[in-house]
Nanobody, 122 residues
Framework: QVQLVESGGGLVQAGGSLRLSCTAS????????IAWFRQAPGKEREFVSG????????KYVDSVKGRFTISRDNAENTAYLQMNSLKPEDTAVYYC???????????????WGQGTQVIVSS
């Protein structure tokens, strides 16, 4: 089990960028797949991006392909979501989640952060 803390959210104009961070506790971070989910008001939570526990593969929802990049730094126990060319429809609470030896694809995750708000103004 890992404890996850997100940071980096905020208010940005359309076309701008933000980088979200997900920092994990413990010494087993490098065995966990990390994913980013988001939930907009009145909508269900959706998978945004994930990275395999080995770091070898990544996955993105179609709506963010080419704009968002997920990465991880195991030495820092941190995963990142670089978000460029932000659109108002990216406005949501963003959550990071972890699953040990996971593939970084949509599916069940065992550990979740508390979320960070991203607001993109038009």
């Amino acid at each position: 089990q890992v404890q996850l803390v997100e940071s980096g959210g905020g208010l940005v104009q359309a076309g701008g960028s933000l980088r979200l961070s997900c920092t994990a506790s413990g010494r087993t971070f490098n065995t966990y797949a990390i994913a980013w989910f988001r939930q907009a008001p009145g909508k269900e939570r959706e998978f945004v991006s994930g990275i395999k526990w080995t770091g070898s593969t990544t996955k993105y929802v179609d709506s963010v392909k080419g704009r968002f990049t997920i990465s991880r730094d195991n030495a820092e126990n941190t995963a990142y979501l670089q978000m460029n060319s932000l659109k108002p429809e990216d406005t949501a609470v963003y959550y990071c989640a972890a699953r040990q030896y996971g593939l970084g694809i949509p599916g069940p995750y065992t550990d979740w952060g508390q979320g960070t708000q991203v607001i993109v103004s038009s």
